[in-house]
């Protein structure tokens, strides 16, 4: 099946810096890639996404990139405050299932004050 | 706008008890629903998923089971709960694509805390 990789499983930042999270994908046929973000206790919500028809998305502090020729995607937030301090996840459609979502293990970030 | 709920927020049931867990979106019609499960502190795994009235997926073996029994409307249930079924339990939708699943944004609902005791 369609196997998302998502990097690091942990992210400890200090408030300023910026964080990246990387996800790889292997279903070539996917054109669309979300992130969302989980905050402790809550629903994974829809922080920003990205079609494969373009390579770069920003949306105030974060942003997303695609390379689709090596088939990954990055997101990538500046100015971390402690309010970033969540589960971020990726996820892709996997043509050959049914264009279901398959989502990344997760990587929980730490914004330290 | 659409909207997603799904009760009960929390429940604490005994081992071998059954279970119920409810979700509804309101504002859009034949929407593609599904059931994830997560752990404490892991990622989410897909359980269900749904493109009509009736027509339910299963994506792992288990003891849980749902129904559709409307266009809007998903169930969870289970006749007699495991340890290994605590977790937190989302209700999700996404936009229909000619009666397919879209490849497009999952919304969650809020979300039901299982805890079986």
């Known amino acids: 099946g369609e196997n998302v990789e998502q990097h690091p499983s942990t992210l400890s930042v200090q408030e300023g810096d910026s964080a990246v999270i990387k996800c790889t994908y292997s279903d070539s046929a996917s054109n669309y890639f979300p992130w969302y973000k989980q905050e402790l206790g809550k629903r994974p919500q829809l922080i920003i996404d990205i079609r494969s028809n373009v390579g770069e998305k920003k949306d105030q502090r974060i942003a997303v990139t695609l390379n689709k020729t090596a088939k990954h995607f990055s997101l990538h937030i500046t100015e971390t405050q402690p309010e970033d301090s969540a589960v971020y996840f990726c996820a892709a459609p996997y043509k050959a299932a049914g264009n279901k979502l398959t989502f990344g293990g997760g990587t929980r970030v730490l914004v330290k004050p | 706008s659409q909207t997603i709920h799904q009760w009960p927020a929390t429940l604490v049931q005994p081992v071998g008890s059954p279970l119920s867990l409810e979700c509804t979106v309101e504002?859009?019609?034949?929407?593609?629903l599904y059931w994830y499960r997560q752990a404490a502190g892991r990622g989410l795994q897909l359980l269900f998923y749904?493109?009509?009235?009736?027509?339910i997926s299963s994506e792992v073996p288990q003891n849980l089971s749902a129904s559709r029994p409307q266009d809007r409307q998903f169930i969870l249930s289970s006749k007699k709960l495991l340890l290994s079924d605590s977790g937190f339990y989302l209700c999700?939708?996404?936009?229909?694509?000619?009666?397919?699943?879209?490849?497009?944004?999952?919304?969650f609902g809020e979300g039901s805390w299982l805890t079986v005791v």
């Open positions: 999700a939708w996404s936009v229909s694509y000619h009666g397919l699943i879209s490849g497009n944004t999952i919304y």
């Open positions: 749904s493109v009509g009235i009736g027509q």
């Open positions: 504002g859009t019609s034949n929407p593609n």
